[in-house]
């Protein structure tokens, strides 16, 4: 039924489990993803319970010798030369067991570090297929939880706690197997009394699995919400509530560490049950054995030989209850794992399949391109169609044009981005490249003829040259320079105190807006791609690096096909086209003069910002 239930679900497909709960869908197919996974190494894993298995049957070995050994020496009165043999052997099996127990240590480790690497691997690669678009929808500090503690938090599942189901399945059967022919009665208390332990557990383990859930998705968001506060302590501080924040932090991370605390209280409580019953149950059968012995219905060796082993028989089970609490924050992890993993990334531009061919490189195609929006159509998941961002676009890129895209807020100006960067894909209509659809580019080849230069881009905690440099890895540092002067920003560098190889900070925290934005436009320099893409590359600028912005700006886009995105009207004034948005529509294209000549919704924008 799991499997019929969980093969349906596949075919029902990602957006029948969008519209249910994931708590609802994970109880059933949660289990099934894990274990997926962990057959990726199954040699790891058949090692990892074959040696476990071994180490059990040596411990069934080891009572028979040490019973026998004190069976001798108590009994038929040997002295120690004479028991050397059994001695020396009980020593050997005793380091064989502990022996193997290691190798089936070691086989779970690597179990959890290949599958861990290929998970790690599997959501950063599909968080890139997904696109920007997607995690600019989710908490950065929450998909970095996920990505690093949540991945590590399976280590315990994989390399303790799956073993573990399988050995306390294995185990105990065979010392039963062992000890029904000597004791039917102990054997048969054992095969009794084994059962409450995992009813326990699973009574016990339901309270704990939503404990941990809960505790899980606390830490996700109070790593989320600290990366946020991180990121804008300087805001924070410039607006006196950086203090204010600190209150806040101290409410959440005391939440953690109440759900934290009820966690470990659930944990504790099952490990005192789970102890209490097998002392009970091992209690039993000493009491069972001891009679049985009184009366002469069982011989002294087997006597003891069941008795060492009752505790043993329990071990496994005792083990599995640890080990489930351990890996239930695996598991609670695990379900937000899989639901990035799951997210359709059917709307934006991935490689495509095998059987798709995609279009000869940039050789066999003429540079710059032509650009065509045909009809074009796209709404965002839940937007109804009257409210959809684009509603059948059509306007036309032409190389060595400047095309200016203005419009008022909303009006689908950086969908139109998103969609010519392959980030998202139209619902309808088509995007031609030279006549060829865009969708049948390979992705990888379409982005390297494209620059694009943000409203706020995104410069790392590295040196002003690597920064630079994401334009063209290889490059030299000479045409790094150049590129840099091109966008009026070697002056202000070569004043830094190391130049080029300076520090800049996370998202260039030691540099002004202006000079950001100039390390932006060198990155498209040194890059020489033939479409451009300028998204409100001077909005929130000073007046002095608009200009010199500008001016950079103006150099870039000789040659190129350029798509300028602005609210500023004055930045559009010399563009050769400019097309007027409205609502998802074009609402009027033309000239700066033709447009404020007609009074239409171009004029009433220069009008209302004064910008004539």
């Known amino acids: 039924l799991r499997l019929a239930v969980f093969q349906h679900l596949l075919d029902l497909g990602p957006f029948y489990a969008r519209g249910e709960r994931t708590g609802e869908l994970s109880s059933v197919a949660l289990d099934r993803r894990l274990l997926q996974l962990a057959r990726k190494s199954r040699l790891a894993l058949a090692l990892t319970i074959g040696l476990g298995f071994a180490a059990g049957v040596f411990t069934v070995v080891q009572a028979g010798f040490f019973s026998r050994m004190v069976g001798q020496v108590y009994l038929a009165g040997k002295s120690l030369p004479d028991v050397a043999a059994w001695l020396a052997a009980l020593l050997g099996v005793i380091l064989l067991r502990y022996l193997l127990s290691w190798g089936s240590e070691l086989a779970g480790n690597a179990i959890a570090v290949r599958v861990k690497s290929d998970l790690r691997l599997a959501v950063f690669q599909h968080l890139l297929d997904l696109g920007p678009f997607y995690a600019r929808g989710e908490r950065t500090g929450e998909l970095s939880s996920v990505a690093l503690e949540g991945i590590d938090a399976l280590d315990a599942y994989f390399s303790q706690y799956l073993p573990g189901l399988a050995l306390a399945a294995l185990v105990p059967l065979t010392f039963l197997l062992v000890v029904i022919p000597l004791d039917p009665l102990s054997g048969l208390v054992l095969l009794l009394t084994a059962p409450l332990i995992p009813l326990f557990m699973i009574l016990i383990g339901n309270v704990a699995q939503a404990l941990t ?71 039993v059968v000493a009491v069972e054995v001891g009679l049985c012995l009184l009366y002469g219905r069982l011989p002294f060796e087997q006597s003891l030989f069941v008795l060492l082993l009752a505790p043993e028989f329990y071990l496994p089970l005792r083990l599995l209850g640890t080990r489930f609490h351990a890996g239930m924050s695996g598991v609670a992890a695990a379900q937000r794992i899989f639901a990035i993993l799951e997210t359709p990334a059917q709307q934006t531009c991935t490689p495509p399949a095998p059987e798709e061919k995609p279009v000869p490189q940039e050789a066999e195609l003429p540079l710059p391109p032509v650009i065509e929006f045909e009809d074009v159509s796209f709404s965002y998941a839940g937007q109804a169609d009257a409210r959809a961002s684009l509603k059948g676009i059509t306007f036309r890129l032409f190389p060595g044009q400047k095309t200016a895209l203005v419009g008022p807020s909303g009006a689908g100006k950086s969908t139109v981005a998103a969609l010519l960067l392959g980030f998202i894909r139209p619902d309808t209509g088509q995007i031609m490249v030279n006549g060829r659809p865009l969708e049948q580019i390979d992705p990888y080849t379409w982005h390297s003829w494209v620059s694009w230069v943000p409203q706020k881009p995104y410069l790392f905690n590295d040196t002003v040259m690597a920064n630079i440099c994401l334009g063209r890895p290889d490059a030299t540092l000479e045409q790094v320079e150049r590129a840099a002067r091109q966008a009026e920003a070697h002056d202000f560098i070569s004043g830094f105190p190391q130049g080029y190889a300076t520090q800049i900070g996370e998202r260039g925290v030691r540099l002004s807006a202006g000079q950001a934005q100039r390390i932006a436009l060198a990155r498209a320099f040194l890059r020489d791609a033939p479409l451009l893409i300028l998204d409100e590359a001077t909005a929130h600028l000073d007046a002095a690096s608009e200009a010199l912005i500008g001016a950079a700006m103006g150099k870039l886009m000789r040659g190129r096909t350029a798509l300028i995105i602005a609210h500023r009207l004055r930045t559009v004034r010399d563009a050769d086209v400019i097309v007027v948005l409205d609502e998802g529509r074009v609402a009027e294209s033309g000239s700066h003069a033709a447009l404020l000549g007609s009074g239409g919704l171009y004029s009433r924008l220069a009008t209302a910002y004064g910008q004539m």
Not at 220 to 242: C, E, I
Request: cysteine-free; proline content about 0%.
């Open 213 to 283: 859930r809960r505790q899980w998705q606390t830490l996700s968001r109070l790593s989320a919400y600290f990366l946020d506060v991180l990121q804008g302590l300087t805001t924070l501080k410039a607006l006196g509530r950086s203090r204010a924040q600190t209150k806040v932090i101290a409410e959440a991370s005391d939440q953690y560490r109440q759900r934290t605390m009820n966690v470990l209280r659930v944990t504790f409580l099952s490990a005192l049950v789970l102890e209490m019953v097998t002392t009970l149950s091992t209690a």
